[in-house]
């Protein structure tokens, strides 16, 4: 039921900034958990960011104090920004979004198509 589709990604120097966004096709206040992950070519999927809907954050410790998720309701859309972008951040940037399996205390998984952030040097 929940499509989730990114934009904002490109082509930014190192030390540049670029603003993620994360559309979701319904109310992402009901969204348990929304968040970032990433992906280079040849190394494994990694968390990014996430934000859980009563506003806790986590955060990969590569990109503390450089980036910052958040939510706006109204919209809803997630938002990923990040500053002082380093190469080592170039991937293909994912949404997600998780949902209570009910009685389980397991979580639905949704993912978005993805959207490329190249930083150079």
């Known amino acids: 039921q929940v499509q989730l589709v990114e934009s904002g990604g490109g082509l930014v120097q190192a030390g540049g900034s670029l603003r993620l966004s994360c559309a979701a096709s319904?109310?992402?206040?009901?969204?348990?958990?929304m968040g970032w992950y990433r992906q280079a070519p040849g190394k494994q999927r990694e968390l990014v960011a996430e934000?859980?809907?009563?506003?806790?954050?986590t955060y990969a410790d590569s990109v503390k104090g450089r980036f910052t998720i958040s939510r706006d309701n109204a919209k809803n859309t997630v938002y990923l920004q990040m500053n002082s972008l380093q190469p080592e951040d170039t991937a293909v940037y994912y949404c997600n979004a998780k949902i209570p399996v009910r009685y389980t205390g397991a979580y639905y998984t949704y993912w978005g198509q993805g959207t490329q952030v190249t930083v150079s040097s």
């Open positions: 319904g109310s992402i206040a009901s969204i348990e958990i």
């Open positions: 934000e859980t809907s009563d506003g806790s954050t």
